[in-house]
């Protein structure tokens, strides 16, 4: 049996190394490698010599130390069980251990790098129950050799060998402690490494589902606020409200079955195969940074349902653990809703408004989770976005988050900001609806069952970018100094946490667009919107979308940004093969089109990447109405405009670094032939109107002057109504009204432009800012300053557009 045992894993494992670097991070290093393994067995052994056969790096059955040491080979396990029935651990340093000790304390130039291995047979976490989940669970304890075997067997197709960071022996020697002290101590550092790596890669033990919902009922918070319960409802008695909190906690918590999982991972990658072209994910470097001793709050944005199965499907096929996921409780359907929660989804409600119990046994759930060491997953902007751009943050979860820290900080908290690029949305059809005025549909399993036949469909590639992360820990000293040594209460909300939240929400926000990638979808839709008939000869439009790739380049957004790398010809190529646009053969040239249904779609993928062609967009706008501009009308009027943009779309540069910014943009433009600069470089001139490069300057502008027109129409109808005469909500009801019909007019195929919450949302940051104000019973009042701020505007926007927009209000 154990030669059968040596042999199979040569013949029947495919083992997988990581991390990605592993290999680059051991070979050639100066000093003698040993390898020290988690456990002792055989098969793992095999599995490290054929990983290292294969990587080429040294190997575990070479010898060690030949001069000072006989017979010592280049590994060794840490623990081992012990007994007669191999039940007993021995956590007692090895003896390969503690002869190396001995050998580098009598030699100071020798010195040994460590080199933590653990194999991982499957990738369930240890839980307890069901032959299968056994069968299927990495941390099976065997106590013989026939068991052993069976483990190769059925988890053999998904090994995995995770390296730890090497590390040099002698640096963990500490003066004259003797060598018995030192082992212990080296000893407990490695095995804290093994679980870290542990956790990362394979996630904390699984209690059962009924251990964590009875270990929530049992805190004294959620004890607490069931006495209240009694207390304010009076007739409710105690059991009853104890019955009432038990049902919470099930309604939220989630089923996490490792066989689902690695069943669910099979199913996916049929899926993805079958629905896209390909599934990108990208950064991945990021995880191996922040995995290992981090609790892990991956904060992506939200464009589709199929976002749930994408970041769980991409982690989990780079070898981590995947998330715990909140899911709105909309989406726990009949067999759905059991599904998700095996796959790692808890459900929350959309509000927690009149139940301060259910709100603290939600939070004690999410407590327990984050204290268990399991990463979690939850949409920052609340909702999908129906418009494509980032929506305003829902605050409520990242409250929570920080609170459930602060009361018990066992491991570091790192936001993991994540952004989704899809080539073609799902449920593109249905945002189109909504955006429409047609009401928003419920979920349910027969609106499921509708969709599947696009599933048909071709939908291009999908993206899943990692932005970089943000460390709870830094705004927590910035916010609150020595935080770590008070002591935070269940019922006690200390004061500065909401500023904290309020500076973190936008932060992740921008972090998600900082991590964008550009799609050929994107470039396309952006520059075929920019036409009035979303049409150009498709040499002009090759030209437009290789100056937007240039603009990239010249004015890089942030270094996660991601750009395709196809020509602007096999752009064009590709967007007819995807429907997305058809060509038309004529004389002077062929023609590119895209249909009336599939540009009101289109706004959508150009939104998704429109703060990356803002800031140079807006610049451009100072030139549509203008033959030339001095730098400091051009610094001028960003400045009035930008803090409005930049709310509305999550742009990363502060209002202080906008002048820098503002020159760099002027000077990457004029590099790329797109404005004239004088010679002192104060002046800055568009090119000739029939040039290329003037049609290219006013096509860049289109970007955001919708944008600019909807903050006019907003101020115009304001100054028109007069200070102090109309309040907020009718406000913007009039703006939706005449966006309406400025869109019926002039065929504007963007139903965002009438989009109420961004009429809200910029009437909120002009009081924000003091422009306007608000007396006591609602009305808005405005002064000079909002009079200045609708004069800028009008030197951007052309005659012909202010005059079609006044035209409108005052019908």
């Not at 929570?400 to 059809?429: A, D, K």
């Not at 936008?506 to 979808?521: G, Y």
């Not at 752009?571 to 590119?592: F, K, N, P, S």
Request: glycine share 6%; hydrophobic share 45%.
């Amino acid at each position: 049996m154990q030669g059968l045992l040596g042999r199979i894993p040569a013949l029947w494992v495919r083992s997988t190394l990581r991390p990605e670097d592993a290999a680059a991070r051991v070979a050639g290093r100066a000093v003698p490698i040993c390898y020290v393994l988690e456990r002792r067995s055989r098969s793992d052994l095999t599995v490290l010599q054929d990983i290292c056969v294969r990587q080429r790096l040294p190997r575990p059955g070479r010898r060690l130390l030949t001069r000072q040491l006989r017979n010592v080979r280049s590994s060794f396990p840490l623990t081992s069980r012990v007994g007669l029935w191999r039940t007993r651990l021995d956590r007692r340093p090895p003896e390969l251990l503690l002869a190396l000790i001995d050998a580098l304390k009598r030699d100071p130039s020798l010195d040994v790098c460590l080199v933590p291995a653990a194999v991982y047979w499957g990738r369930a976490p240890s839980k307890e129950h069901s032959v299968i989940r056994l069968l299927l669970s990495e941390d099976w304890v065997i106590g013989s050799r026939v068991r052993r075997f069976f483990t190769v067997l059925f988890n053999g197709r998904n090994t995995t060998v995770q390296l730890g960071e090497p590390v040099s022996l002698r640096s963990l020697l500490e003066g004259d402690a003797d060598t018995a002290l030192t082992g212990r101590r080296v000893a407990r550092l490695l095995r804290a490494q093994f679980a870290r790596l542990r956790a990362a890669r394979i996630g904390p033990d699984l209690s059962h589902r009924r251990t964590i919902v009875a270990g929530v009922l049992r805190t004294r918070a959620v004890r607490a606020a069931v006495s209240q319960e009694v207390r304010d409802k009076g007739k409710l008695t105690r059991r009853a409200a104890l019955l009432e909190a038990r049902r919470y906690a099930n309604e939220i918590a989630a089923n996490y079955s490792p066989v689902f999982v690695t069943l669910m991972s099979f199913a996916l990658t049929r899926l993805w195969n079958r629905l896209y072209d390909g599934v990108i994910f990208q950064h991945v470097e990021t995880l191996q940074q922040v995995a290992e001793g981090n609790e892990i709050v991956y904060v992506p944005c939200h464009r589709s349902h199929m976002d749930y199965l994408l970041l769980s499907y991409a982690i989990y096929q780079r070898g981590y653990a995947i998330p715990h996921i909140a899911a709105g409780l909309n989406l726990n359907l009949p067999i759905v809703g059991r599904f998700l929660r095996k796959g790692g989804a808890f459900f929350i409600r959309r509000s927690f408004r009149g139940s301060s119990l259910y709100t603290v046994v939600f939070m004690k759930y999410l407590a327990a989770m984050m204290a268990r060491g399991h990463s979690i997953e939850y949409f920052i902007e609340g909702g999908r976005s129906r418009t494509g751009r980032l929506r305003a943050p829902m605050t409520g979860m990242l409250s929570m988050t920080v609170r459930s820290y602060l009361r018990e900080p066992r491991r570091p908290v790192v936001f993991v900001p994540v952004y989704f690029g899809y080539e073609r949305i799902v449920e593109g059809p249905t945002y189109v609806g909504e955006l429409s005025g047609r009401p928003k549909e419920k979920e349910s399993v027969r609106g499921l069952l509708r969709s599947l036949g696009r599933l048909r469909q071709r939908f291009g590639y999908a993206h899943v970018n990692l932005g970089e992360p943000i460390h709870l820990d830094a705004l927590l000293e910035r916010h609150a100094p020595g935080w770590r040594s008070q002591a935070f209460e269940d019922q006690n909300r200390p004061p500065w946490v909401g500023a904290l939240v309020d500076e973190l929400a936008p932060m992740i926000l921008r972090h998600i667009n900082a991590a964008a990638t550009v799609t050929p979808v994107n470039l396309l839709a952006t520059v075929l919107l920019s036409t009035p008939r979303q049409a150009m000869l498709e040499a002009d439009l090759r030209s437009q979308i290789e100056t937007l790739v240039a603009v990239l380049g010249a004015m890089p957004y942030g270094d996660r940004v991601t750009v395709t790398q196809q020509s602007a010809a096999e752009m064009v190529q590709y967007g007819v093969a995807l429907q997305m646009i058809t060509r038309e053969h004529a004389r002077a040239g062929d023609i590119v089109r895209m249909s009336p249904e599939h540009a009101v779609l289109a706004t959508y993928y150009r939104n998704n990447v429109m703060h990356l062609f803002a800031m140079p967009s807006l610049i451009a706008c100072c030139f549509l109405s203008n033959a030339a501009m001095s730098s400091e009308d051009v610094q001028r009027l960003a400045s009035r405009i930008y803090p409005y943009i930049a709310a509305e779309l999550f742009l990363g540069w502060s209002e202080q670094e906008l002048p820098q910014v503002v020159a760099r943009m002027l000077a990457a433009l004029a590099q790329l032939r797109l404005l004239d600069c004088s010679g002192d470089g104060q002046l800055w001139q568009r090119p000739e109107p029939t040039t290329p490069a003037a049609l290219a300057l006013s096509l860049l502008a289109q970007t955001t002057i919708q944008t600019i027109e909807r903050y006019y129409l907003a101020i115009a109808l304001l100054i028109r109504a007069g200070s102090g005469e109309i309040t907020q909500k009718a406000l913007e009801e009039r703006c939706q009204l005449m966006a309406q019909r400025i869109t019926m007019l002039y065929g504007f195929n963007s139903p965002e432009f009438f989009d109420r919450s961004l009429f809200e949302n910029f009437i909120d940051l002009l009081r924000g800012r003091g422009v306007v104000r608000a007396d006591e019973a609602g009305r808005l009042l405005f002064d000079e300053v909002l009079i200045r701020v609708a004069a800028d505007a009008q030197v951007v926007l052309s005659e012909q557009i202010r005059h079609s927009i006044l035209q409108v209000t005052h019908c």
